[in-house]
């Protein structure tokens, strides 16, 4: 038979329905998908094995191969039933069981001095512990035919290798193995921005199946070592190279397709790939301080388990203990490009995250953050990422961070949809394209352009360590803001998720009661009074006088006031919007607060707390409390100090002026477990603040949608790509009404009339805060709303001038004049379209250059809005919108409800947090 030739482009299909023939012997997709990549491994391995004892004969050498005789691919694969028969087995299965008990033990090749000359550790790793879990001979003897009958053509590139990361590729996208995955281009973009050299030891903790590491191999090997004229010397740095490759993967079926593939990519068992934990307490210790180069992208989300190792900033997310892990495992001067989820990169909640960025900034050289389209990591995540590039000082008088160097990454050359299409023949070929070969070529220099910016550390800092390209781009990025609605629906399923998984965890640890009581706690725990000097250190505040420029004028002693806070979350304080001088702190009331106090507002505003990070004054609204820490984390009482804010409150008087003063606050008492045990409440309710902030990011991705399904749908309106009608607004207008005013309006009582305030900037309808008129005005049923209608706000601040929304509400309402009541003749126009295309319009600034101006103030007549010149397309397709609107905004409320939910179990953690029985649980496993 005429054996096919492949081209690799549609190798990897014809890999895919080959491995199909699985499906009738094994059930589980994971179990066949892995059970063949045993097979494929020994026929390309055995397809290398060829070429290279074909070399060997040729030049007169022997050539000891990986793979003893009578379990070579070729000899056994051309008729398996004949071939166990004849080394005496009864069946196919039988035999290849026996196989993978041999080669899981098989011996290295030595010389007669003992010396190893053929490592075969990688073999061994490969099919230690490997079940066979084919059960019947016409599978096998189907299966090899095929593979048999392929024949891979010669090329520059190791094609066995490439064949078998295709599988790998595939087999992610079946949602099994995705999160091991990372695209080739990205790979070899942020080995490019590396560019490991000879000598370095290279290191991924999160290897998965092992393409960092590869990429890094050949990557030394093509750019440094294949440039040394002497052959020889090329060997024994090739071979260097290979004990200097390290790697870990923690899932046992992943770690055997990474060691297959290495064998693929010749990396020999010289190289160091592990099994096993890096996050444990072992690994902490094996790896610190090692590592030259780190290459990683680690996994994402909270971690399903609890890992041993100790860090220093408690965490129960993925990517932030990995993240501790790399700048702790890098030697001094040793360089780290990692993946990192976006959302580490700029979440206040928990706080740990702003020390784990603070400590990137402030204890290493943070020298780029590469920023990524959201969809690069598709099908298997929409979530947004970026690329972190950082390096550990040699010593501690070596540069840290001086500015930051951002790269806004809009187009990496392929589709950012699931399909993942490459736009160009560089992508197609596996070649850097879009914007990668840009951003590597302005890396050295740190170039600014359009897409990249140099950003001060200071400037860093004050934003609390954000570290999100375009918190700071100087530059809009238009197209950006319109992501595909296929990407974000998939960041919605992964916010979801994690919430969900999340909410499992939360529940898992409640206790049964929810109340707080301090009466009887238990064994170990002891109650002290914030007046307690041994534990609590109190500190007051102050204003300097304004009217003194000498206190205020060039100030650097940051100064906190009540208005920075917000309310019922603990704040974090990296910098303030005022300063004041020494001369100012000397002259008032205000004190010096030492790092890591904890504030708490107790004037006007009371209960808001934070902690800051940096030593500051506070106004005299504040008492902070420096904590004893061998007896009290500073984010343990602040967490207790949310919990008892209406008890602070009762103490604070029923005044106008609410205050609380000190002798009351000092007799508050706080429960004091032991300081493991403050950790672990800590962690919990830094996990449940997350949770609320992700809630928040699923709706706010739920509006992304709608604007992006618009967008996708109609295109633009300023430019009418589709080339819809344009027509007259006042042309599909039933009916166009502004409201009355009304001078004395009531809290309570009559009808209630919606003001410009009740329509929220993203286009909702806000009714938690209502003024009401007489019922009995006269003409006021000319005023009423029906569902349905739309409400455009008239008059406001120019740029507020436009909001719109749609009434929906059962309550009898009427308008303000502020406000114009619309009503469409619905067989021309849906009002779910006309609202979305009038915000679109209103955050473009349409509507404020058509405004009519005065002092802060502007207005649009009706006249001059029925005039507007609007894109309209088919009824049709409007309606098609208006029902993808309705099904999301019932996803949105949906999550508004489980907000509630959360909310109320973000509660009774706090209770249970303070009387132990949150971590009753873990006390008994410690």
């Not at 010593?395 to 589709?415: H, S």
């Not at 914007?435 to 001060?456: I, T």
Request: hydrophobic letters at 35%; proline letters at 5%; glycine letters at 6%.
């Amino acid at each position: 038979m005429v054996k096919e030739s492949v081209d690799f482009h549609r190798f990897g299909d014809e890999l895919w329905t080959i491995a199909n023939v699985l499906r009738a012997d094994i059930v589980k997709v994971t179990e066949y998908l892995e059970e063949f990549s045993y097979f494929l491994f020994l026929k390309l391995l055995d397809d290398m094995e060829r070429q290279d004892e074909e070399v060997a004969n040729l030049s007169g050498k022997e050539y000891i191969p990986l793979i003893p005789s009578n379990y070579r691919f070729y000899n056994w694969a051309e008729d398996p039933a004949n071939w166990a028969k004849i080394h005496g087995y009864d069946s196919v299965i039988n035999f290849l069981n026996r196989m993978s008990v041999d080669l899981s033990s098989i011996k290295d090749e030595v010389d007669e001095s003992g010396n190893v000359i053929r490592d075969r550790s990688l073999i061994r790793k490969v099919f230690q512990h490997h079940i066979l879990r084919l059960r019947y001979d016409k599978t096998v003897i189907m299966l090899v035919k095929r593979l048999r009958e392929l024949e891979l053509e010669s090329a520059n590139y190791d094609v066995a290798g490439r064949a078998y990361e295709y599988l790998i590729q595939k087999l992610g996208e079946q949602g099994q193995y995705g999160q091991y995955f990372t695209p080739r281009h990205v790979v070899d973009f942020m080995v490019k921005l590396i560019d490991p050299e000879m000598g370095d030891k290279i290191y991924d903790p999160a290897a998965g199946t092992g393409g960092f590491l590869i990429w890094a191999y050949e990557h030394v090997i093509k750019n440094h070592i294949e440039k040394i004229p002497d052959a020889a010397r090329q060997e024994i740095e090739i071979r260097k190279l290979k004990r200097n490759i390290f790697g870990t993967e923690k899932a046992p079926d992943v770690f055997k397709l990474g060691l297959m593939n290495l064998v693929l990519h010749r990396v020999d068992g010289s190289a160091n790939f592990e099994e096993g934990d890096s996050l444990s307490a072992p690994a902490q210790a094996a790896h610190r301080n090692k590592y030259d180069v780190i290459l990683t992208n680690p996994p994402f989300g909270p971690l399903v388990y609890e890992p041993s190792g100790v860090f220093e900033y408690s965490t129960k997310f993925f990517e932030a203990s990995f993240l501790q892990h790399m700048m702790n495992a890098l030697k001094p001067g040793g360089r780290c490009a990692t993946v990192i989820k976006e959302g580490l990169l700029f979440s206040n909640t928990p706080g740990s995250l702003v020390k784990i960025r603070k400590r990137v900034v402030d204890e290493s050289n943070l020298i780029c953050v590469v920023s990524m389209p959201s969809g690069v990591f598709l099908p298997y995540t929409g979530s947004k990422t970026s690329i972190l590039v950082f390096e550990k000082p040699e010593d501690v008088n070596a540069p840290r961070t001086e500015a930051v160097w951002f790269y806004r990454v809009e187009d990496d050359g392929f589709e950012l949809g699931a399909t993942r299409r490459p736009l160009s023949e560089e992508a197609a070929r596996g070649e850097l394209a879009g914007d990668l070969p840009l951003a590597l070529g302005k890396f050295k220099g740190r170039e600014e352009s359009e897409k990249s910016w140099l950003v001060p550390v200071e400037k860093i800092r004050e934003n609390d360590y954000n570290l999100t390209a375009n918190r700071y781009a100087p530059y809009k990025a238009e197209e950006v803001e319109m992501e595909k609605p296929e990407v974000l629906i998939e960041q919605l399923i992964d916010v979801v998720s994690e919430i969900q998984e999340g909410l499992k965890d939360l529940y898992l640890k409640m206790g049964k009661g929810n109340e707080m009581e301090l009466k009887s706690l238990p064994e170990g725990w002891e109650i002290a009074n914030l007046g307690n000097k041994e534990i609590f250190k109190r500190y007051g505040g102050g204003t300097p006088k304004r009217d003194k420029r000498e206190y205020w004028a060039g100030g650097a002693i940051p100064w906190v006031t009540n208005n920075e806070l917000d309310e019922n979350k603990i704040n974090y304080i990296f910098s303030t919007e005022e300063k004041i001088t020494e001369k100012g702190l000397e002259n008032s009331s205000a004190t010096l607060i030492p790092e890591r106090s904890v504030l708490l507002s107790c004037t006007a505003s009371i209960g808001k707390v934070g902690i800051n990070e940096i030593e500051l004054a506070t106004n005299q609204q504040f008492n902070s409390f420096e904590c004893n820490r061998n007896r009290v984390l500073p984010e343990f009482l602040a967490y207790f100090l949310l919990t008892i804010k209406q008890q602070l409150e009762k103490i604070a008087g029923t005044t106008t002026f609410k205050h609380i003063i000190i002798p009351n606050l000092e007799k508050v008492n706080a429960p004091i477990p032991p300081l493991e045990e403050q950790k672990q409440i800590v962690e919990i309710l830094q996990f449940a603040d997350y949770l609320k902030e992700r809630r928040k990011e699923a709706k706010e991705l739920i509006d992304k949608i709608v604007m992006s399904v618009f967008h996708d749908m109609f295109g633009d309106p300023a430019t009418n790509p589709k080339g819809w009608d344009v027509k007259e607004f006042g042309r599909i207008i039933e009916d166009i009404k502004s409201g009355f005013a009304y001078g004395k309006y009531k809290k309570e009582g009559g009808i209630p009339q919606l003001r410009p305030y009740n329509i929220t900037e993203d286009g909702k309808l806000d009714l938690s805060t209502l003024k009401y008129v007489p019922e009995t005005k006269k003409n006021i049923e000319g005023y009423y709303l029906k569902k349905t209608d739309m409400l455009f706000n008239n008059t406001n601040s120019p740029e507020l001038v436009g909001k719109t929304t749609i009434f929906k509400s059962n309550l009898n309402c009427v308008f303000s004049n502020h406000i114009t009541r619309i009503r469409l003749d619905e067989t021309k126009a849906v009002p779910a379209y006309i609202k979305q295309l009038f915000n679109y319009l209103w955050s473009k600034g349409i509507f404020q250059k058509r405004c009519q101006q005065w002092v802060n103030q502007a207005a649009i007549n009706n006249k001059n809005l029925s005039r507007l010149e609007i894109v309209l397309p088919p009824l049709a397709f409007q309606q098609e919108f208006a029902e993808i609107v309705s099904e999301l905004e019932d996803k949105r409320r949906q999550m508004e409800e489980a907000e509630e939910r959360l909310e109320m179990l973000y509660q009774i953690l706090l209770k249970q947090a303070f009387t132990g029985k949150l971590t009753e649980e873990w006390r008994m496993r410690h």
